[in-house]
């Protein structure tokens, strides 16, 4: 029997079908054709800001202080992906068997620009998802014996230690962890942690370069120079790194790197990178297994051989690194540094307890503070439900703030000013 209701429904899903891209289309429309001049940031900074803001389909009336789960891909980003797909689904490439498949190609193309950005060479980095599976392929992939030591700190991400837990419960290596003090005075106390929990069965060290717990700047180049000198393999969580601060592997001297270009770097989701350093590429098994697994001359690219994925995002990860350039790192970092360290002072001057390291070596866009008898939970969705304001918050009383690129002083200025209303309506017993 012919039912008007259901009919109709379908009616009305084909149109919004329909409707969608166009809707998205003209949010894209909105975004200027072209980025600010750098003759703005010389003569008037935070207007300089303000114009790439709109590059950025977040809503101008809210603020995102939570880039540091997942950023926002611009314009730029954006346009790339749809004429990634554009190109891909004709499947009209020159020769027979080519077909845009990702899984089992060697994507020069994606991994030349990302290898220049992270100062190594294209042979040591593979394109995966997130730094989640990319920390899955180090815990997987080496081996160790039973009684065998990974030493990391007690503020891991769970897509960093999970792996770590895995292999432990299953094979038997032992996880052992450092406690950070909150915060971090400075370097030295980090590397006297690591240094005094090393044992003759420690294998190999396991650190985030940037905390998710606190934002901390880790020592890097020390905590790996330690291991070397140890005869142990380091291996850096670098998922908030890459675009929000200058990252050089090589001078780094890691011996493994993850990441999540999808937070700092507004790459699009879903794109991330193993770094393994050519020396050590060798002991370093794969995970996934198809054509290619074993072989050795393809170098890291073998880790990349994933099976048949999506390849329009590669060129949103190729996008945002031409973006990056564009604007310049160095303006990028100084931009994620000031607004960072303008947030913290104002929130100290509101009696908190800073969680971020007094040692500006040790701190970039993430500033997090622990505010006594505060309930954050309650108070992340009042900000967000109330005022459009996005923060991450942490039970019981910790706000983890992150400072973009494209905040603008007016958003950080207004989550202030909420932020003292939600404390003054909670005296006065309002809320
Ligand atoms: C230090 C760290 N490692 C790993 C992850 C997981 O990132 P992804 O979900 O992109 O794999 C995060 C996410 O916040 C993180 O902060």
Redesign the pocket.
Known sequence: MFDRRNFLASLAGFAGALTLPQRLLADLAQAPGKLPDASLYEANEEAYWTELRRQFLIPEDEVYLNN??VGSSPAPVLRAIFDGYNETEKLAETEPEDYPIWGYAAWNEFRDPLAAFLGCTRDEIAILR????A?SYIANGLDLQPGDEVLMTDQ??P??EGPWQLRAKRYGIVVKKVALPKPVPNAAAVLNLFSDAITPRTRVLFF?H???VTGVVLPARELCALARSKGMLSAV?G??VTGMMRLNLHELGCDMYTS?P??WLQAPKGT?FLYVRDEVIDRVWSTIATEGWDARNIRAERFQRIGSSNVPVLWGLRAALQLANQIGLERIERRHRQMADYILKEMLARGVDSWTSPDPALRCAIATVNVPQFQTMEAETWLWKTKKIRIRGGAPSKIRLSTPYYLLRKDVDRFLAAFDEYRHLKHAGKL
Do not use: F, P, V
């Open positions: 540091g789960t997130n730094a989640t599976e920390n891991e991400h897509g960093g985030s940037i905390t998710t969580d998922a908030h999540s999808h937070k991330g």
